[in-house]
């Protein structure tokens, strides 16, 4: 079965330094790979995704995050912290021809000032 | 302005009552679902549909009921038969899953068991 798993339920970093959350997938075949972004008491809003093309992908608010099929990997990345960064972030990978998007179990961000 | 729309947002249950979330969409989408979230155990597929009149179950579909009479809209029935419904329920929407598209959340709505 598909499944994914965020590396650290909780992230803490400082003001200004590297984001760095992980996420590996498994799956014989390349899923189609999300991350999205919770605020407290509020739904989800996608950061990126990646479907097909260049692995490195852009989105929102300065994040990053690169396909690594070798590594089944999709870590989302972020070169410095700010504040407003401190959120629940999730992983989801949709296997194509699926009907469904699973999620990881989420990862807390905290930025110290 | 487009979106997902999910009432109540605070929601009071007694035990043994039955109680409806509603979530409303103008998207235009065909799909769509409901998670539960539960402190640390991320989001879990209730239950999703692909067209209208036609819906699945997830992966914890007991103890909750759903319905698709029109495309725009997708209510999700608590029943009395499931055992801990306190939770953070969360609608969402999408065209054609199959081909990567991106799924849309409402704000989500609480149940609180009293």
């Known amino acids: 079965a598909q499944s994914v798993t965020q590396l650290g339920s909780h992230v803490s970093v400082s003001e200004g330094a590297l984001v760095l959350l992980r996420c590996n997938y498994s799956?014989?075949?390349?899923?189609?790979l999300f991350w999205y972004v919770q605020y407290p008491n509020q739904g989800l809003q996608l950061l990126l995704k990646?479907?097909?093309?260049?692995?490195l992908v852009k989105g929102i608010n300065g994040f990053e995050a690169e396909f690594k099929k070798s590594e089944t990997s999709f870590h989302l990345t972020k070169p410095s912290a700010h504040m407003s960064d401190a959120a629940e972030y999730f992983c989801?990978?949709?296997?194509?021809?699926?009907?469904?998007?699973?999620f990881g179990q989420g990862t807390r961000l905290t930025i110290n000032p | 302005d487009g979106g997902i729309t999910q009432s109540p947002k605070y929601l009071f249950r007694k035990e043994g009552q039955n109680v409806t979330l509603s979530c409303e969409q103008n998207?235009?989408?065909?799909?769509m679902y409901w998670y539960r979230q539960d402190p640390g155990q991320g989001l879990r597929l209730i239950y999703y549909s692909q067209i209208v009149n036609d819906f699945q179950k997830g992966d914890i579909a007991e103890g909750y009921s759903v319905s698709r009479e029109k495309k725009e809209s997708f209510p999700l029935t608590v029943t009395s038969a499931q055992k801990n419904p306190t939770a953070f329920y969360l609608c969402?929407?999408?065209?054609?899953?199959?081909?990567?598209?991106?799924?849309?959340f409402g704000e989500g709505s609480w149940l609180t068991v009293v």
């Open positions: 989801a990978v949709i296997i194509q021809g699926a009907q469904k998007l699973v």
């Open positions: 969402a929407s999408s065209s054609r899953i199959t081909a990567g598209n991106t799924i849309y």
């Open positions: 799956s014989s075949v390349p899923p189609y």
């Open positions: 998207l235009n989408h065909d799909a």
């Open positions: 990646y479907t097909t093309g260049a692995t």
